[in-house]
Nanobody
Framework: VQLQASGGGLVQAGESLRLSCAVS????????LGWFRQASGKEREFVAA????????HYADSVKGRFTISRDNAKNTVHLQMNSLKPEDTAVYYC??????????????????????WGQGTLVTVSS
């Protein structure tokens, strides 16, 4: 399974950005997909995760109500819609996959070690 994240860039506070992650490999629809981020000098942190069928999602408290994770199993992609961006959202954003056939609520979806496959990251910079 290979992941390729895209869509990062420089925006002003309050604006929106949509990240995408293209996933190649077999059985895309059987993987949990997640987004993590890592700010300069900080540890990688959980942002959002979505179950294999898209019916279950979880968010970090810091992004709840502003970010939305979605997936398109027909196109092997996962998206992260980010609204009302804040300077503290500035980070490199990574998409990741866990599975196959894991159950979202049965794993530590907030822990990077639960995800075996990672994309290369895309930089999001939010200016004040």
């Amino acid at each position: 399974v290979q992941l390729q994240a895209s869509g990062g860039g420089l925006v002003q506070a309050g604006e929106s950005l949509r990240l995408s992650c293209a996933v190649s490999g077999r059985s895309f629809s059987s993987y949990i997909l997640g987004w993590f981020r890592q700010a300069s000098g900080k540890e990688r942190e959980f942002v959002a995760a979505i179950s294999w069928n898209g019916g279950n999602t979880h968010y970090a408290d810091s992004v709840k109500g502003r970010f939305t994770i979605s997936r398109d199993n027909a196109k092997n992609t996962v998206h992260l819609q980010m609204n009302s961006l804040k300077p503290e959202d500035t980070a490199v954003y990574y998409c990741a996959a866990a599975g196959p056939r894991f159950i979202l609520d049965w794993i530590n979806y907030e822990g990077p070690k639960s995800y075996a496959y990672w994309g290369q990251g895309t930089l999001v910079t939010v200016s004040s």
